[in-house]
């Protein structure tokens, strides 16, 4: 398996605790959340309703789109109650210098 490829997404301090925040990085927009002192990423974009996650309210390991109240498991961008039933996509992340990077590949 090759190495993964890191893209400089945000500053870490742009993330405020317990918050999501939305970013295009090489194209895609992403989500970036932090929760638990901890940083995740995913597509930006609910598979259900085609709104912006970024948008939506973080609570714990859950986002929750703002259209239809949808939720995703931002640890790994699966499906945690109906409507939504298919995955986002979610990204290995590290943090370097105080920069989050993303492995988008």
Not at 8 to 25: K, N, Q, W
Not at 43 to 50: L, V
Request: charged share 25%; net charge negative.
């Amino acid at each position: 398996m090759s190495n993964p490829q890191w893209t400089d997404a945000a500053a870490e301090s742009d993330i405020p605790d317990d918050d999501v925040i939305g970013r295009e990085v090489e194209g895609r927009e992403v989500a970036l959340y932090k929760t638990r002192g901890e940083i995740y990423a995913t597509d930006n974009i609910c598979s259900h309703g085609q709104a912006e996650l970024c948008d939506g309210f973080l609570e714990g390991y859950e986002i929750e789109c703002p259209m239809h109240q949808g939720r995703f498991d931002i640890r790994n961008g699966q499906p945690a109650c109906a409507p939504v039933t298919e995955a986002i996509r979610s990204y290995p992340v590290k943090i370097e210098g105080g920069r989050v990077f993303l492995a988008l590949g």
